[in-house]
């Protein structure tokens, strides 16, 4: 769990920590933390102040302050909180996302919740991990998504993984009528976690082709990156039991 302490005797450790990074020639990550209890907000603020290469840059505590901060501050990584009292986490990233591409939101959670999960993804969260999370692991996810990377908590994906491997029946659906068979195989691969050369290597294809492929199952499942159209099958699939 995280520690709640506050750095007592370091004020501005935020703009200090940022500043000696800036003067070594490294840009510092700029995040936004949202969530509507303070005490949360200023545990993660303590824990994110402790690494030079990050400055909190603002916070929100509802829905619309997040997605007007947003565009005021221009983050390069939200910290959200999925439930917000005038709205969901989930929308706010969908309309952050929408207006700024380039940001990547982390989505936190106290509950392992497939559909939210999915919601996420799709609304083009980067990551989605629980509160239950270690401060070193939540300043290590800050920074994997800000390298433009995907994460998921271990658990949660699990889970998603277990559903998708459970029932392999899949709801009549536009977009996934449009694959190929070839694109089915990959997108069913992609969905249990393999790289394009594992599925490579499985399909006796060069990894080159397989990212043909990918790059096709994107545009006809009108996604943007491998993780929401993983989350677009398993929302589509369903149990065979």
């Keep these: 769990m995280w520690s709640w302490q506050r ?23 700029r995040v936004m933390l949202v969530d509507d209890h303070d005490i949360v907000r200023d ?16 916070e929100a505590a509802t829905m ?4 007007n901060q947003a565009d005021r501050s221009l983050p390069d990584v939200v910290v959200m909180d999925v439930r917000l009292p005038d709205g969901s986490g989930i929308e706010a990233t969908r ?5 700024h591409p380039d940001v990547r939101v982390l989505m936190l959670t106290s509950f392992a919740d497939d559909q939210a999960l999915f919601a996420s ?21 800050v920074r994997t998504v800000a390298r433009g990377e995907s994460l998921l908590d271990a658990a949660v994906t699990s889970r998603v993984l277990e559903r998708l491997r459970t029932g392999k029946h899949l709801l009549r659906d536009e977009r996934l009528a449009r694959l190929s068979p070839q694109e089915e195989r990959i997108l069913q691969l992609v969905a249990d976690g393999l790289t394009n050369r594992q599925i490579g290597v499985q399909l006796g294809l060069a990894e080159k082709t397989v990212k043909n492929y990918m ?23 369903i149990d065979e039991n």
């Excluded at 994110?48 to 990050?54: K, P, T």
């Excluded at 006809?220 to 929401?228: N, P, Y």
């Design 215 to 237: 790059s096709s199952v994107l545009s006809k499942l009108r996604v943007g990156r491998r993780a929401e159209a993983a989350a677009y099958l398993a929302r589509h699939t």
């Design 64 to 67: 619309r302050q997040a997605v």
């Design 121 to 141: 993804i799709l609304a083009g969260a980067a990551g989605y991990v629980l509160k239950q999370i270690n401060g070193e692991d939540l300043l290590r996810a």
């Design 43 to 58: 545990g993660i603020r303590a824990l994110l102040e402790r690494a030079e290469d990050v400055v909190v840059c603002a």
């Design 95 to 99: 309309e952050i996302r929408a207006a």
């Design 7 to 29: 750095l007592e005797g370091r004020p501005g450790v935020s703009e200090t920590s940022g500043e000696q990074t800036e003067r070594s020639g490294v840009r510092p990550t």
